[in-house]
């Protein structure tokens, strides 16, 4: 749904942030986060 304002809040402040606002396992590892879009940050 908010995959991009989940992205975001992992840049800014964590992947934990994001992982615990979505209370998913896949989150927690950072499966549903983008991982291209990451590594061109």
């Known amino acids: 749904m908010n995959d991009l304002s ?6 800014r402040r964590g992947c934990r942030l994001a992982a615990e ?6 989150s927690i590892e950072g499966a549903d986060l983008p991982q291209g879009d990451i590594s061109a940050y």
């Open 21 to 26: 606002l979505m209370k998913g396992p896949r």
């Open 6 to 11: 989940i992205f975001v809040i992992c840049c």
